[in-house]
């Protein structure tokens, strides 16, 4: 079972919500326009738990995701679902050209991973 541990505002973070599972797992979501879940919830993947923004401290709306796992920070580039793209959003057939797009945060769901 996943459930939200922290649903807040912070100077740093802005809006930010902390979700943890049984098995040590801890994503961190933050600079939200607005949350979407409530302390104390329980939260499914896919489900969204905020809209992206600009709140607390920095510049321009971001995804802004921290994973941990039994309290360690580890890269989570791995594992996100791309479907038939790459996080880098190039297509299998551009071969050697690798196209670094930038996807548009403004107002995006945050999904729970």
Same mark, same amino acid.
């Given at each position: 079972?996943? !459930? &939200?541990?922290?649903? #807040?505002? *912070?100077?740093? /973070?802005?809006?930010?919500?902390?979700?943890? #599972? %049984? !098995?040590?797992? +801890?994503?961190?979501?933050?600079?939200? #326009? %607005?949350?979407?879940? %409530?302390?104390? =919830?329980? &939260?499914? !993947?896919? *489900?969204?738990?905020?809209? %992206?923004?600009? +709140?607390?401290?920095?510049?321009?709306?971001?995804?802004?995701?921290?994973? @941990?796992?039994?309290?360690?920070?580890?890269? $989570? @580039?791995? /594992?996100?679902?791309?479907?038939? =793209? +790459?996080? /880098? &959003?190039?297509? $299998? *057939?551009?071969? =050697?050209?690798?196209?670094?797009?930038?996807? $548009?945060? +403004?107002?995006? $769901?945050?999904?729970?991973?």
């Amino acid at each position: 079972m996943r !459930k &939200v541990i922290e649903a #807040d505002y *912070d100077s740093y /973070y802005g809006n930010y919500v902390v979700i943890t #599972d %049984s !098995k040590g797992y +801890t994503t961190k979501y933050a600079h939200m #326009d %607005s949350l979407t879940v %409530s302390l104390g =919830q329980s &939260v499914k !993947k896919s *489900d969204t738990v905020g809209k %992206s923004g600009n +709140t607390g401290n920095g510049i321009g709306s971001r995804l802004h995701i921290e994973c @941990l796992y039994n309290g360690e920070y580890y890269n $989570p @580039l791995f /594992y996100f679902e791309a479907g038939t =793209q +790459t996080i /880098y &959003v190039e297509t $299998p *057939d551009e071969e =050697q050209a690798m196209s670094y797009r930038r996807i $548009p945060m +403004t107002m995006q $769901p945050y999904r729970y991973l």
